[in-house]
């Protein structure tokens, strides 16, 4: 079991996505999706988030919020919890990405993105602003199989 942050930093009506193509064996291969990464030892949730943040893209953030929390489960890949982060506040320059490529994509844009299904739930909740919220997303074979908000099934679309 992994813990994780995740984040989306915002620039007006932009989010800055990484489009995941460097590494092997990656459970994110081709996807896009935020910045963020596996805790360190005694590391809090903010000092990943902001660790990765530097690391990944080299800005220091300087305005963030812990939007909800996301039970992340795929078969054959284990589970992980993720901290889900939006920012709106960074300071620094950008630095190339050693797993991926960093874009800003318009936030009207995201659907048209080689996402995880379940991304496109928390996409909308963060669109709505939705209060901090428990997201649980189990996979097979990378397709979403069950969502649960705060405890509630969602109905998934149909294939």
Same mark, same amino acid.
């Given at each position: 079991? =992994?813990?994780? +942050?995740?984040?989306?930093?915002?620039? @007006?009506? %932009? $989010?800055?996505? #990484?489009?995941?193509?460097?590494?092997?064996?990656?459970?994110?291969?081709?996807?896009?999706?935020?910045?963020?990464?596996?805790?360190?030892?005694?590391?809090?949730?903010?000092?990943?988030?902001?660790?990765?943040?530097?690391?990944?893209?080299?800005?220091?953030?300087?305005?963030?919020?812990?939007? =909800?929390?996301? +039970?992340?489960?795929?078969?054959?890949? @284990?589970? %992980? $919890?993720?901290? #889900?982060?939006?920012?709106?506040?960074?300071?620094?320059?950008?630095?190339?990405?050693?797993?991926?490529?960093?874009?800003?994509?318009?936030?009207?844009?995201?659907?048209?993105?080689?996402?995880?299904?379940?991304?496109?739930?928390?996409?909308?909740?963060?669109?709505?602003?939705?209060?901090?919220?428990?997201?649980?997303?189990?996979?097979?074979?990378?397709?979403?199989? %069950?969502?649960?908000?705060?405890?509630?099934?969602?109905?998934?679309?149909?294939?």
């Amino acid at each position: 079991m =992994g813990m994780t +942050t995740l984040c989306y930093i915002e620039r @007006g009506d %932009e $989010y800055l996505m #990484l489009h995941r193509v460097s590494k092997k064996n990656d459970v994110n291969k081709d996807k896009w999706i935020g910045v963020g990464g596996h805790f360190e030892n005694q590391e809090s949730p903010e000092e990943c988030l902001l660790r990765e943040v530097k690391e990944e893209t080299g800005l220091t953030l300087t305005s963030y919020r812990f939007r =909800g929390l996301v +039970t992340f489960i795929e078969e054959g890949w @284990g589970m %992980e $919890y993720m901290c #889900l982060y939006t920012a709106d506040g960074y300071e620094g320059e950008m630095i190339p990405c050693n797993e991926g490529n960093l874009e800003w994509v318009k936030k009207s844009e995201l659907d048209n993105l080689n996402l995880w299904e379940g991304d496109k739930i928390f996409f909308r909740l963060l669109r709505d602003e939705a209060p901090f919220f428990s997201l649980k997303l189990r996979y097979q074979a990378n397709e979403l199989v %069950e969502a649960v908000l705060d405890g509630k099934a969602l109905e998934l679309p149909q294939p």
